[in-house]
C-alpha cells in the first residue's frame, strides 16, 4: 500500500481524540478518495485551509463561547431551531409518523425542540426523554406546558445508567427508569453531545456517551422501529462503522445533512429505518453484547480503572477497518457524496464571507 502519510490532505482530531485513532482516520479517508471521491478530497482540503486561517478560528471559538453560555433568549432560539432541524430531516426522509400512535425515546432531550416538533406534528405520540441535569452543565428544558403529559423527562447522564451485560456495584451508576427499561419505543432520537459545560465529564467521555446511546437505542426500539442518530461525517471510521451496522440490521438506512445549523459541520443524521428487519437483523442481542461489554470497558478500563479512550480496534465485531476499506467501499461513497456536497459548498461560502482565501 502507498504510504498513507503522503496523502495531500489534513484530518484534524478533537482535544479528546486517542493518538492511535490517526492512522485509521488517514487509511480510510485516502482509501474513498483513491477511490474516485473527488468530492471528499475537495472538501478536506477545504477544512485545512480553514482551520489554518486565523479569522475562521476565532468566529468558531466565539460560536463555542456563545454556546456555552447562552442567554435565556438564545436557548429559545435553539430550542425553535432544533424543532425545525428535525422538520427538516422529517420532511426529506419521513421518519416521524403523523397519525398513528407513536412511544419515542429521545436522548439528550433538552431543550426539547426535537421532542416538540414530534408532539405538534403526532397527536398520538408520548414521548420519554433523557437529558443531563442543569446542575452538571446540562440544558434547561424548554418544551410547551402544553405538551408536558405527554412527556416523560428525566434527568440524569445517560452514560451512567446501569449499561453492563451485568448489574455492577457501583455507587456512580443507576438503575434504568422503568419506562425505558419496558419501553418499546416506534422511534428512538440519539441526538446526544458531549457537553463542553459538564461538570462531571472525563476525557473520554465522548466515546461513552456514543456507546452509550447505541445500547439504549438498540434495547429499546421496537422491531421494525427508527433509529435517528447524529453521528460525524461518514469518513470517519466510528460514522462509517455505525452506519455500516445500520444498513445490515435494518430495511432500509437513510442520511441527511440539515441545511440549518448543520451545513458546514462535521455531522449530519442517519436514519435506520425498519431496525430488526434487514439481513443482519437477528445479530441484534449479539451485537449488544458486544457493545455493553465495551461500556464497561470504556467507564472501568485503563489504567486506573477510571475509563479508557475507545480505539480503532474496538469497534471490530462490527467490521474491521480492512473489511470496510477492501469491500465497501463503493457503498460508503454513495452514502457519502450528498453530504460531503453540502459541507463543501456550505464551507465556500462561509469562507468567501470570512474574505478566506
Same mark, same amino acid.
Do not use: C
Given at each position: 500500500m502507498d504510504n498513507m502519510h503522503s496523502l495531500p490532505i489534513s484530518v484534524r482530531f478533537s482535544s479528546s481524540s486517542p493518538p492511535n485513532e490517526y492512522d485509521d482516520q488517514l487509511r480510510l479517508a485516502k482509501a474513498l478518495v483513491d477511490? /474516485? #471521491?473527488?468530492?471528499?478530497?475537495?472538501?478536506?482540503? $477545504?477544512?485545512? &485551509? /480553514?482551520?489554518? @486561517?486565523?479569522? *475562521?478560528? &476565532?468566529? =468558531?471559538? &466565539?460560536?463555542?463561547?456563545? %454556546? @456555552?453560555?447562552?442567554?435565556?433568549?438564545?436557548?429559545?432560539? +435553539? =430550542?425553535?431551531?432544533?424543532?425545525?432541524? $428535525?422538520?427538516e430531516i422529517d420532511t426529506r426522509l419521513k421518519c416521524i409518523p403523523a397519525k398513528a400512535p407513536t412511544d419515542f425515546l429521545d436522548l439528550g432531550c433538552c431543550p426539547g425542540g426535537f421532542s416538540s416538533y414530534i408532539l405538534d406534528k403526532n397527536p398520538n405520540a408520548n414521548g420519554t426523554g433523557v437529558s443531563l441535569p442543569v446542575a452538571d452543565g446540562g440544558h434547561e428544558f424548554s418544551l410547551e406546558e402544553h405538551h408536558h403529559s405527554r412527556f416523560n423527562l428525566f434527568s440524569a447522564n445517560l452514560t451512567y445508567y446501569q449499561l453492563g451485560p451485568t448489574i455492577i456495584d457501583n455507587g456512580r451508576l443507576q438503575v434504568l427508569p422503568f419506562d425505558i427499561i419496558t419501553g418499546s419505543f416506534d422511534v428512538v432520537l440519539l441526538d446526544g453531545h458531549q457537553l463542553r459545560t459538564q461538570r462531571? *465529564?472525563?476525557? +473520554?467521555?465522548?466515546?461513552?456517551?456514543?456507546? %452509550?446511546?447505541?445500547?439504549? /437505542?438498540?434495547? #429499546?426500539?421496537?422491531? /421494525?422501529?427508527?433509529?435517528?442518530?447524529?453521528l460525524p461525517m461518514p469518513h470517519k471510521p466510528v460514522s462509517a462503522r455505525i452506519l455500516y451496522l445500520f444498513n445490515i440490521i435494518s430495511s432500509r438506512t437513510l442520511r441527511w445533512k440539515p441545511n440549518l445549523m448543520h451545513a458546514n459541520r462535521g455531522t449530519f443524521y442517519a436514519v435506520a429505518k425498519g431496525v430488526g428487519k434487514g439481513q443482519g437483523g437477528h445479530k441484534i442481542p449479539i451485537i449488544l453484547g458486544a457493545l455493553k461489554a465495551l461500556w464497561v470497558n470504556l467507564t472501568f478500563g485503563g489504567e486506573e480503572g477510571s475509563g479508557r479512550y475507545m480505539v480503532p480496534e474496538d469497534l471490530d465485531f462490527l467490521i474491521s477497518m480492512d473489511d470496510l476499506v477492501s469491500h465497501h467501499l463503493d457503498w460508503l461513497t454513495k452514502l457519502g457524496t450528498p453530504l460531503w456536497k453540502v459541507q463543501k459548498a456550505a464551507l465556500e461560502k462561509f469562507y468567501d464571507g470570512k474574505h478566506i482565501k
Open positions: 477511490n /474516485g #471521491s473527488d468530492i471528499l478530497k475537495e472538501l478536506l482540503e $477545504l477544512q485545512s &485551509k /480553514g482551520w489554518n @486561517d486565523e479569522s *475562521a478560528e &476565532k468566529h =468558531f471559538q &466565539k460560536q463555542r463561547q456563545t %454556546s @456555552d453560555n447562552p442567554p435565556p433568549e438564545l436557548t429559545m432560539i +435553539w =430550542f425553535r431551531m432544533m424543532k425545525g432541524l $428535525l422538520r462531571s *465529564a472525563l476525557p +473520554w467521555d465522548y466515546d461513552r456517551l456514543l456507546i %452509550s446511546q447505541l445500547i439504549l /437505542g438498540l434495547q #429499546s426500539v421496537k422491531d /421494525g422501529g427508527t433509529i435517528i442518530m447524529k
